[in-house]
């Protein structure tokens, strides 16, 4: 179902402007209208298109503003032309079968007994009748005022008994789902035809004509039959520019994508159609539109039907054309709740496994799968038979992977009989109840987790015109770009969650924050991350919320203007699948002591999960973090309420976050960044162990608790406690001695005096980078200690690192001061990674004059392929393990961050690898490899398996990952274990030792952890301590 009728100026101008990996998709859909249902030009005609006409002389608006003449009543004088006139009296008398009001617990019953399957590609039967002109136009729109051909969806009209036949055809086939001939059904792409005005009609008689089909086959076998009404991506991207020059201009607004799914919508719903399928999204913010859409008119004017979601994966990058992962569309979907979430469309089946078992492994909903019949051919032409197809996907079927399947481009009637009998045998997939219980979902490019075992969240505030002086500079000069730079350093930094605020008097908050998130979604960089739309103006929250795809964060509502206008709020922010921040106001104002915190956010948390229906996990609670040390004695007890409050939302309100803005707390040291600093990282320090899960801060600008002067430690730890009513006077006085800007007049360089590897570790903990070069050279040099280059990084540098992971694991360092040691270890071992290299050659040059001849890819040793996981950015100590591992005469295949599961099984082959090694630093890592461990031994591998990474333990491995994979499956405490490990395991006679004392640990750790679940019902697992080490994985 396909993306058709490119013209080559609008192929290369739309090529430009997308990242290389995704061109492909448009070499593909260039040719889909050989077979499939056609969308029309992917960038619709952008800036270059000029205003044109429709048969009623109405003009369409350069900026995508299609002028709808049509509504239900002005259609109604057209329902009689929906089929040919010896066809209308059956039509009207013979009433459709009865259809309960429970078509989806009908549906949802059937997909628990069986694989269900959907219908086959439309335009491939359209193509094989070589329909011309005439026949598109027929007698209606013999006059029409543009070339028609080609506009598959009007042949509803022109054509009604071709198109009632290629439905029929697939139902005997064994389809229980056909889909509506909508796929350009809406006024946006029909625009290109100057058929706009047909829309409403177009897709009301389109489901009519499925709806006959489907009671017809139903009557003659007594198999309950579906509509599913399609609603295509049209021929326009809300995420991407048609504009090189002008990367945040849109030729689409997502209101004018709403208003145009909605006429669909309604034409679908009153010819009939069992289930709105939202397909073939190449573009998350589309479908978003159409959900958005879809959800409104449930809420006013229809009862609710089934919504299935098709996604596009363009190619074996595993991304969206507009960027996102599988797993970030599945988390920025998710809130429509649609009962079956799948792909189809620009792959082959065999493509298309790794990205539909993720679909499965990310998803509560039915899994449904109709990909092309193979990838093109030069012709663009599809290659595999009914048989090969019908093959493939018996082979999802078996692996329990699917629950509907179906085909796409390329595919016939004949296609979907044989997948129908291939998957007959096979049970369906079993949705698991619940993927990630308890945690909050959010998603930019890449998908983010935050649950019970995630630390501290920094959302970076930096891009807030209202809390940093640069930013707002340069927003109100109109310098975008330049303001682009902030947002990417916040990310850099550590940012987690990048706030954005556009809230200034002179600003026109909704066209600043508008063009401001079109320009961050132009930059994988910064868009990789989820986004906090943060305004107290709503119109400016919408605003951003209609130019983000992922799933994001609104900051925030309040029940200030009362119940009416908080509810109404929160529908809108549900609508569009985002979390919410509530502040605790209400119609009296600001609560300021912890019982009236807590009464509010109480009320609140009620309205929203019980009237809104809000997903408790979405509810971000900010208790007010108000200012200290101002000199009124009614202030003194304010962070205090704040913590306290904490404690009683988290232990009362299940699945609610707290948040806050930290700057808030300081604000009476304005200027002086050293005390504001110390005040943050205390507060933090306390408030984190009370239960906050977030906050806004200046990310990368904390310093360690562990590292504040002890003077001025004791003075933030009263003023926050209020135990000296003197408190904010001697920090007054304290601050006296600071420098400008609150810094430190005089630098403390006394630690430089102190031993090399002391200097190393205090470098490696402050995250100081100045001297790291110097001293690891002055620790390289000392041969005594040190022989080889690789001891310093096994021992002072590695040391250094365990100390990091040891303040990060007790919450006494922050992720952005982790990164910043990181990057201290990495430019450390980039300072010796070339004397290791000439180690390295040394060694060859003398295996040489021993007669012995190493090639420069020789194995040595053996082969490592090692890899950080899917969805884990993080490489330091994978890159420190291949350094150890190739100085000891390992070949290192390194794949780098976010490798996909195929590509390292894969690999490995390729490579002939003898182990495979997974790293990761963040908890969702922890499922990958579990995934990986699944696919290495559903395809027969028999390699040995490591396991590595801050957020990994031995307990994890043991209980979740060993028992998946038959194989050696050993977690490698650090990178100085590997070389241990790896030479035990290539050695036959060791690797037997090894694993009978590896085994018989193992099976220790998990009856231990069995026992302990017996003892207390309610703990999900037993982790032990987590081995920092790995920490660097920055």
Same mark, same amino acid.
């Given at each position: 179902? =396909? ?45 270059? &298109? ?51 009001? $429970? ?5 949802? @019953? ?74 350009? /059904? ?9 058929? +706009? ?42 995420? %991407? ?138 012709? *663009? ?99 975008? +770009? ?11 930094? =550590? ?29 994988? $960089? ?23 795809? *992922? ?30 921040? #509530? ?29 809104? *229906? ?43 976050? !707290? ?11 304005? /200027?002086?960044?050293? !005390? ?31 590292? %504040? ?102 919450? @006494? ?13 990495? @430019? ?111 395809? =027969? ?53 090894? &694993? ?10 998990? +009856? ?6 017996? #003892? ?17 994985? *920055?």
């Amino acid at each position: 179902m =396909g993306l058709g009728n490119l013209s080559t100026r609008q192929k290369v101008a739309l090529a430009m402007t997308v990242p290389t990996s995704f061109v492909l998709l448009y070499l593909l859909f260039r040719r889909r209208s050989q077979g499939a249902k056609q969308l029309g030009n992917v960038t619709g005609r952008g800036a270059e &298109m000029n205003q044109i006409q429709n048969e009623d002389g109405q003009k369409l608006k350069n900026n995508g503003d299609v002028v709808n003449k049509s509504s239900p009543e002005d259609t109604e004088k057209h329902d009689a032309k929906c089929l040919p006139e010896q066809r209308v009296t059956e039509t009207v008398s013979q009433k459709p079968i009865q259809r309960k009001s $429970d078509v989806a617990a009908e549906i949802k @019953k059937t997909l628990k007994e069986r694989i269900m399957i959907m219908d086959g590609g439309m335009g491939t039967m359209i193509q094989g009748h070589k329909f011309d002109e005439a026949a598109f136009r027929g007698e209606e729109f013999k006059d029409h005022s543009k070339p028609l051909k080609g506009n598959n969806d009007l042949l509803s009209l022109t054509k009604p008994e071709v198109i009632y036949q290629i439905h029929k055809d697939y139902l005997e086939a064994g389809a229980d789902f056909v889909e509506t001939n909508t796929f350009s /059904g809406t006024s946006i792409a029909q625009a290109d035809y100057a058929m +706009e005005h047909l829309a409403y009609r177009l897709n009301k008689c389109s489901a009519e004509l499925a709806r006959r089909a489907v009671d017809d086959v139903t009557r003659e076998t007594g198999v309950k039959r579906y509509v599913a009404g399609a609603l295509g991506p049209t021929n326009r991207t809300l995420s %991407i520019s048609p504009s090189v020059e002008q990367p945040e201009y849109r030729n689409i607004t997502f209101d004018e994508l709403v208003k145009a799914y909605q006429e669909q919508a309604r034409g679908l719903l009153d010819g009939g159609s069992d289930i709105l399928m939202v397909e073939t999204i190449f573009d998350t913010l589309n479908s978003k539109a159409a959900l958005y859409a879809i959800q409104e008119l449930f809420e006013t004017d229809y009862q609710e039907v089934p919504v299935f979601v098709s996604g596009t994966i363009v190619d074996k990058s595993g991304r969206t054309l507009s960027g996102q992962t599988g797993d970030a569309f599945v988390v920025s979907v998710s809130h429509a709740r649609p009962i079956c979430l799948g792909l189809n469309c620009a792959l082959g089946a065999t493509e298309m496994r790794p990205f539909i078992e993720n679909i499965g492994l990310n998803t509560s909903a039915y899994v449904l799968c109709y990909p092309n019949a193979g990838l093109p051919n030069t012709f *663009g032409d599809y290659d595999e038979t009914p048989e090969m197809m019908a093959g493939h996907l018996s082979g999802f079927a078996r692996d329990g992977l699917v629950n509907i399947v179906g085909g796409c481009c390329g595919t016939t009637p004949t296609h979907i009989k044989a997948i129908a009998e291939a998957v007959k045998p096979f049970k369906p997939r079993i949705p698991p109840a619940d993927i990630h219980p308890e945690a909050m979902m959010l998603s930019g490019l890449e998908p983010m987790i935050v649950g019970k075992h995630t630390l501290f969240v920094n959302i970076g505030e930096r891009c807030n015109v209202a809390g940093s002086r640069k930013f707002a500079k340069l927003i109100t000069n109109g310098q975008y +770009e330049e303001a682009l730079s902030i947002a990417k350093a916040q990310v850099e930094a =550590g940012a987690q969650v990048l706030d954005i605020n556009m809230d200034e008097g002179m600003l026109d908050g909704v066209k600043a924050m508008t063009k401001f998130v079109n320009l961050v979604s132009s930059e994988p $960089d910064i868009c990789k991350v989820p986004l906090c739309i943060d305004s107290s103006k709503f119109a400016v929250i919408e605003a951003g919320l209609k130019c983000t795809q *992922g799933k994001c964060i609104v900051n925030s509502i309040s029940l200030k203007e009362g119940e009416e206008d908080f509810l109404k709020k929160a529908q809108t922010i549900k609508r569009h699948g985002a979390a919410v921040v #509530v502040m605790a106001f209400d119609e009296t104002g600001q609560a300021t002591e912890s019982d009236r915190k807590v009464e509010i956010c109480t009320r609140s948390y009620n309205l929203l999960v019980h009237k809104v *229906g809000f997903n408790p996990n979405d509810i971000i609670f900010d208790p007010n973090i108000l200012t200290i040390a101002t000199g009124m004695e009614e202030h003194n007890e304010y962070g205090i309420n704040f913590i306290e409050a904490t404690k009683m939302i988290k232990s009362t309100l299940p699945g609610a976050r !707290i948040s806050g803005g930290l700057s808030n707390l300081s604000f009476s040291f304005r /200027g002086k960044g050293v !005390i504001r600093e110390a005040m943050h990282s205390v507060f933090l320090y306390h408030a984190i162990k009370a239960g906050m899960d977030m906050g806004i801060v200046n990310a990368g600008a904390l310093p360690l608790y562990d590292d %504040i002067d002890p003077k001025l430690l004791r003075l933030c730890e009263d003023l926050l406690w209020n135990k000296d009513p003197e408190a904010t006077e001697k920090l007054l006085e304290f601050a006296e001695t600071v420098g400008k800007g609150g810094k430190k007049a005089t630098e403390d360089l006394s630690w430089r005096n102190e031993s090399v590897e002391s200097r190393l570790a205090h470098s490696l903990v402050k995250g100081i980078d100045k001297f790291v070069v110097e001293d690891t050279e002055e620790a390289r040099q000392n041969t005594d200690l040190y022989p080889r280059p690789l001891n310093v990084i096994e021992g002072p540098l590695m040391k250094g690192m365990s100390v990091v992971g040891d303040l990060f694991g007790a919450g @006494k360092m922050f992720l952005p001061q982790v990164i910043k040691s990181a990057r201290v270890m990495k @430019k450390a071992v980039g300072h010796l990674l070339p004397f290791l290299e000439k180690e390295k050659q040394e060694r060859r040059e003398q295996a040489l004059l021993d007669g012995i001849v190493l090639e420069e890819d020789d194995a040595g040793s053996g082969t490592v392929v090692i890899a950080t996981v899917k969805g884990d950015v993080h490489d330091i100590g994978k890159n420190i393990v291949a350094v150890v591992l190739g100085c000891n005469n390992y070949k290192v295949i390194d794949l780098g961050v976010m490798t996909p599961c195929d590509k390292i099984l894969q690999t490995a082959i390729e490579q002939k690898a003898d182990i495979v090694g997974l790293s990761g630093l963040i908890t969702p890592s922890l499922d990958e490899m579990i995934h990986v461990a699944k696919e290495m031994e559903r395809l =027969g591998f028999k390699l040995p398996l490591l396991i590595g990474g801050a957020t990994t333990s031995k307990t994890h491995t043991a209980v979740k990952i060993a028992p998946c994979y038959s194989q050696p499956t050993i977690h490698v405490l650090d990178a100085s274990k590997s070389v241990v490990v790896c030479s035990s395991l290539m050695d036959e006679g060791q690797k037997e030792e090894l &694993m009978e004392d590896i085994n018989e640990e193992y099976d220790e750790i998990r +009856e231990e952890h069995y026992d302990s679940l017996k #003892v207390c019902k309610h703990s999900l697992m037993v982790w032990e301590p987590m081995h920092p080490v790995f920490i660097f994985d *920055g």
